[in-house]
């Protein structure tokens, strides 16, 4: 659990504005019961979407801790976010009689039902990433602490911008528990600066195109606008596409490349490179790598009677990656 042991150590940057977390250390391998080590184990695992870098990190994570403890893991799942597209495979899952199932669901409410169908045939879930509204019904829920990091990057543009004038958020679509709480915290503490007014909040549907298609419509209806925060990767690399053109038309030069501060979550391959050539100018990092692995080990510690070692609630730390320090923090970046 190499990874593992450097949650809480991994914080990030910005001295006291650093994002700080909810898990405060992981642990060392636990000796298992003999007579429960015999049995062999089946863990489900589903992600929000299987063609995203993001999820592609976790699921190294996750195959590296099912080896190392010696369990299947039984990685599905659809390429598109949509929960009707989701719900099939947790069903097959049900029907393969897993032992136990981690699922990043698509819609904190609709993915409720499919769930728990899970539970009534036995199988105990967990969620990692995205979570369900009713989180009692889990063993565990693993995520970033979203808010957290919604209310650093709102004071990261603040400063920015001189604590006035226009931002715009470039948001996901409603349901996705991570993605709502990084526009909430972004909301409730862009409030607190009485000189900045928030412009647009827009919906991409987890297309880039349709974030390009709104940053460019936000410029045309709010030249002023100085800042936009960006909720995820497709909704980032969505908006350094445009800001991009419109440095082109327009030959923008300052305070940044393209005269508009761009704040993204996410480290996806295409974001670094927008980081590099100064189209992003911050990154907010998750780490899904290890929440793969935590996952697999909770899931695990549940099967083999070691409940006490889970915790319900883990909340991981983000860190704020610029070009300051993207070399030293480069670990972090998505597969
Ligand atoms: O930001 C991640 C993930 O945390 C979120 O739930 C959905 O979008 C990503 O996968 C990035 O594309």
Request: charged share 20%; proline share 5%.
């Amino acid at each position: 659990m190499k990874l593992g042991r450097l949650i809480g150590s991994a914080i990030s940057l910005l001295g006291a504005a650093a994002m700080t977390i909810g898990v405060a250390g992981w642990r060392a391998p636990v000796a298992q019961p003999q007579v429960k080590a015999k049995q062999h184990f089946t863990i489900g695992f589903i992600p929000g979407i299987t063609t995203d870098p993001f999820y592609v990190s976790m699921q190294l994570g996750a195959e590296a801790e099912a080896k190392k403890l010696g369990v299947t893991l039984d990685w599905t799942g659809n390429s598109q976010w949509n929960y009707s597209l989701q719900d099939p495979y947790i069903y097959g899952l049900i029907a393969k009689h897993v032992n136990f199932l981690i699922v990043a669901p698509d819609d904190l409410h609709a993915s409720i039902p499919a769930l728990e169908k899970a539970i009534a045939a036995g199988i105990p879930v967990g969620t990692v990433d995205t979570t369900v509204s009713d989180q009692k019904i889990l063993k565990f829920m693993i995520t970033s602490n979203n808010i957290l990091g919604g209310e650093f990057a709102a004071r990261w543009v603040a400063q920015k911008i001189g604590y006035k004038g226009q931002v715009a958020v470039i948001n996901d679509e409603p349901g996705i528990s991570t993605t709502d709480l990084r526009n909430e915290g972004f909301l409730t503490q862009i409030k607190k600066y009485p000189h900045i007014q928030v412009v647009a909040d827009e919906m991409t549907n987890d297309e880039p195109s349709v974030a390009e298609a709104d940053v460019n419509s936000i410029m045309l209806a709010h030249p002023d606008v100085k800042a936009i925060y960006a909720v995820n990767t497709q909704a980032g690399t969505g908006a350094a596409d445009a800001l991009i053109h419109l440095h082109r038309e327009q030959n923008l030069a300052h305070p940044t490349k393209n005269g508009v501060w761009l704040i993204a979550y996410d480290a996806e391959p295409p974001e670094v490179t927008d980081l590099n050539n100064g189209s992003i100018q911050a990154l907010i990092v998750q780490k899904p790598y290890l929440e793969g692995e935590m996952a697999v080990q909770y899931a695990y510690d549940y099967l083999t009677g070691h409940k006490n070692l889970i915790k319900h609630y883990n909340y991981l730390t983000n860190i704020l990656v610029t070009k300051a320090n993207e070399k030293s923090e480069s670990q972090w970046f998505y597969k």
